[in-house]
């Protein structure tokens, strides 16, 4: 009886977590979000390479 009831209560847990973790994942959608990655274009770029090559002699 006692393992019967950490099961059930173990299921209720984990359907809860799942259903607050979907809930969350749909009402995230804001644009403020998706829009905050900014995008450089080829020629805006600047030429400059820096490396460590001169560390390793």
Do not use: C, G, H
């Given at each position: 009886m006692k393992k019967k009831l950490q099961f059930i209560v173990?299921?209720?847990f984990v359907t809860l977590a799942f259903l607050v973790m979907l809930n969350d994942v749909k009402n995230n959608r804001?644009?403020?979000y998706q829009n905050s990655v900014e995008l450089y274009q080829v020629n805006n770029q600047a030429d400059v390479v820096a490396t460590d090559l001169n560390d390793q002699e």
């Amino acid at each position: 009886m006692k393992k019967k009831l950490q099961f059930i209560v173990v299921i209720f847990f984990v359907t809860l977590a799942f259903l607050v973790m979907l809930n969350d994942v749909k009402n995230n959608r804001s644009p403020k979000y998706q829009n905050s990655v900014e995008l450089y274009q080829v020629n805006n770029q600047a030429d400059v390479v820096a490396t460590d090559l001169n560390d390793q002699e």
